[in-house]
């Protein structure tokens, strides 16, 4: 009866849905504008620039000459090794299903020992005693701050295995990724194609409206904004989906894409807000990278003293974009549990922006060690997939394809030849094709590891234990291991415990 009624409460609290719908319909109908100037302004770009056009003709001409009959076996193996290459990325999670845990904690707790025993060692081998400081000195910084999260260490790898687990189990995790990999390249294209034919008009534009600089700043910020409105909504509508997968393979053991995007549609107006939002502060920062550096390339040769004063303000302006970029990752490091409060409790944008703020400060060192675990993977899964690929690549270039091509062995750079250049082109497009799957795999972990470490330690101690109802015993025997300690690190008296709205509560 007890496990009905959380259930109950749970149902009665997401039909209470906070949302405000038209927002979506405003912004699919600023993407098509968007997509129609884009358009647009590629038809521009190449009826205002034939001999470009051209070139490019004649290197595809010479291209398909070269490569003959073997084009479409070309075009037939890369979508071989894309195939390839998901299965490859499928078995390298399913590894990590059963050991990401020991592989975080090797690496955590492993690396400081390591640069430690190297720093002792160095004394012996070295007459230079600042080798083995430099070596020692951050290493035991590392190593006491890593005994200091132990705990959580330990916890946070167990969720991240755990979050392989539902990746390898929910395969269709994959199919919104790779729906914002195709939308996310087309967006790319139509924007950039928008911004060249922006950049080398906006001049003129402008002067008809009166010449005021302010205005083409405006225009450039406006048109930077609307891409990036659009690549981050798309990136948040296939993140929601996913933690709607990933939020039902936690709680129910039962879900599935279509379920997914019913769910994800009650609240496509607060996802609209949420990538708005992001995209405005990183529309800021590239605006004024984009007018900066357009200054400085236009005043570069002047005189020497302004040639010297502008790299000093060069060097000023990268320091403070740097800043800008700084705190646009903690924003978006506060903003770490809004997309998954926006999906699970339906509160809307603005409620679960100022939650996300409370369970992210709360929860930093678990994010970190999230963060850190997706990094590891990715670095382990980008050199199995640089070692499996490229190698067969380079060989398969060397000894077989090169010599259906008739490539010559013939030295052109750098005593490399002709035969080892084309190979290495074949190892790099090996990789290439490799690795995207792994890269598009590697963000449904991410996600799942947010949205398990929410129902499992961000939200408990934050006023709603009752929403967790399935949990692994590999992970309750960590999170039972660490109440006592770990958990009281969780502040909850400075900030205010999230209640049920009453009508929920009703």
Same mark, same amino acid.
């Given at each position: 009866m007890k496990e009905e009624s959380q259930y109950i409460d749970m149902t009665t609290e997401e039909r209470r849905v906070r949302d405000i719908g038209s927002f979506f319909y405003l912004w699919f109908l600023l993407t098509l504008a968007a997509y129609a100037?884009?358009?647009?302004?590629?038809?521009?770009?190449?009826?205002?620039?034939?001999?470009?056009?051209?070139?490019?003709? %004649?290197?595809?001409?010479?291209?398909?000459?070269?490569?003959?009959?073997?084009l479409w076996w070309g075009l037939g193996a890369a979508g071989a090794l894309f195939l390839?290459?998901?299965?490859?990325?499928?078995?390298?999670?399913?590894?990590?299903? #059963?050991?990401?845990?020991?592989?975080?904690?090797?690496?955590?707790?492993?690396?400081?020992?390591?640069?430690?025993?190297?720093?002792i060692a160095s004394f012996f081998l070295f007459e230079e005693v600042w080798i083995?400081?430099?070596?020692?000195?951050?290493?035991?910084?590392?190593?006491? /701050?890593?005994?200091?999260?132990?705990?959580?260490?330990?916890?946070?790898?167990?969720?991240?295995?755990?979050?392989? %687990?539902?990746v390898n189990d929910e395969k269709s995790s994959l199919t919104p990724v790779f729906f914002f990999a195709i939308m996310s390249l087309f967006t790319f294209l139509l924007g950039f194609a928008a911004a060249v034919f922006t950049g080398a008009n906006i001049s003129d534009w402008v002067a008809g409206w009166g010449g005021k600089q302010w205005l083409e700043y405006l225009v450039f910020f406006i048109l930077i904004y609307v891409y990036l409105a659009i690549h981050y909504t798309f990136l948040h509508f296939s993140d929601a989906i996913n933690i709607c997968i990933f939020k039902r393979w936690n709680n129910y053991k039962d879900?599935?894409?279509?379920?997914?995007?019913?769910?994800?549609?009650?609240?496509?107006?607060?996802?609209?807000?949420?990538?708005?939002?992001?995209?405005?502060?990183?529309?800021?920062?590239?605006? /004024?990278?984009?007018?900066?550096?357009?200054?400085f390339y236009k005043g570069w040769k002047k005189n020497k003293a302004v040639s010297v004063t502008l790299k000093v303000l060069k060097i000023i302006f990268f320091i403070f974009i740097l800043i800008l970029k700084g705190l646009f990752k903690i924003l978006k490091f506060l903003n770490y549990y809004t997309l998954t409060l926006i999906v699970v409790e339906k509160q809307g944008f603005i409620r679960s922006v100022a939650r996300s703020a409370d369970l992210s400060l709360d929860s930093a060192a678990d994010i970190i060690i999230g963060k850190t675990g997706v990094n590891i993977a990715k670095g382990l899964f980008s050199l199995l997939t640089l070692g499996f690929f490229s190698t067969g690549g380079f060989f398969l270039g060397y000894y077989w394809l090169a010599d259906q091509l008739s490539i010559p062995d013939t030295v052109f750079f750098w005593n490399i030849s002709y035969k080892v250049g084309f190979s290495i082109v074949v190892a790099l497009v090996f990789f290439l094709f490799g690795y995207l799957p792994t890269a598009a795999i590697?963000?449904?972990?991410?996600?799942? #590891?947010?949205?398990?470490?929410?129902?499992?330690?961000?939200?408990?101690?934050?006023?709603?234990?009752?929403?967790?109802?399935?949990?692994?015993?590999?992970?309750?025997?960590?999170?039972?291991?660490?109440?006592?300690?770990?958990?009281?690190t969780y502040d909850k008296e400075e900030r205010p415990v999230w209640q049920k709205p009453e009508e929920a509560q009703a």
């Amino acid at each position: 009866m007890k496990e009905e009624s959380q259930y109950i409460d749970m149902t009665t609290e997401e039909r209470r849905v906070r949302d405000i719908g038209s927002f979506f319909y405003l912004w699919f109908l600023l993407t098509l504008a968007a997509y129609a100037f884009g358009a647009y302004s590629i038809y521009q770009l190449i009826i205002q620039n034939d001999a470009v056009v051209d070139w490019v003709q %004649e290197q595809f001409a010479s291209a398909s000459a070269l490569l003959g009959d073997y084009l479409w076996w070309g075009l037939g193996a890369a979508g071989a090794l894309f195939l390839v290459g998901i299965i490859f990325a499928y078995l390298q999670v399913w590894l990590m299903s #059963y050991i990401g845990a020991e592989l975080i904690n090797t690496v955590v707790f492993g690396i400081p020992l390591v640069l430690t025993g190297a720093g002792i060692a160095s004394f012996f081998l070295f007459e230079e005693v600042w080798i083995g400081i430099v070596l020692i000195v951050p290493a035991v910084f590392l190593l006491v /701050i890593a005994l200091l999260v132990s705990k959580r260490v330990v916890l946070g790898a167990k969720i991240f295995e755990m979050s392989n %687990e539902a990746v390898n189990d929910e395969k269709s995790s994959l199919t919104p990724v790779f729906f914002f990999a195709i939308m996310s390249l087309f967006t790319f294209l139509l924007g950039f194609a928008a911004a060249v034919f922006t950049g080398a008009n906006i001049s003129d534009w402008v002067a008809g409206w009166g010449g005021k600089q302010w205005l083409e700043y405006l225009v450039f910020f406006i048109l930077i904004y609307v891409y990036l409105a659009i690549h981050y909504t798309f990136l948040h509508f296939s993140d929601a989906i996913n933690i709607c997968i990933f939020k039902r393979w936690n709680n129910y053991k039962d879900s599935s894409l279509k379920i997914a995007i019913r769910e994800v549609w009650k609240v496509k107006g607060s996802i609209v807000l949420f990538g708005m939002f992001i995209a405005f502060f990183d529309a800021i920062i590239k605006t /004024i990278q984009f007018f900066a550096n357009r200054k400085f390339y236009k005043g570069w040769k002047k005189n020497k003293a302004v040639s010297v004063t502008l790299k000093v303000l060069k060097i000023i302006f990268f320091i403070f974009i740097l800043i800008l970029k700084g705190l646009f990752k903690i924003l978006k490091f506060l903003n770490y549990y809004t997309l998954t409060l926006i999906v699970v409790e339906k509160q809307g944008f603005i409620r679960s922006v100022a939650r996300s703020a409370d369970l992210s400060l709360d929860s930093a060192a678990d994010i970190i060690i999230g963060k850190t675990g997706v990094n590891i993977a990715k670095g382990l899964f980008s050199l199995l997939t640089l070692g499996f690929f490229s190698t067969g690549g380079f060989f398969l270039g060397y000894y077989w394809l090169a010599d259906q091509l008739s490539i010559p062995d013939t030295v052109f750079f750098w005593n490399i030849s002709y035969k080892v250049g084309f190979s290495i082109v074949v190892a790099l497009v090996f990789f290439l094709f490799g690795y995207l799957p792994t890269a598009a795999i590697l963000r449904p972990i991410s996600t799942a #590891y947010k949205t398990i470490l929410f129902f499992h330690i961000a939200d408990p101690f934050r006023g709603h234990p009752g929403r967790r109802t399935r949990i692994s015993p590999d992970i309750q025997k960590n999170i039972d291991g660490i109440q006592s300690e770990v958990m009281e690190t969780y502040d909850k008296e400075e900030r205010p415990v999230w209640q049920k709205p009453e009508e929920a509560q009703a």
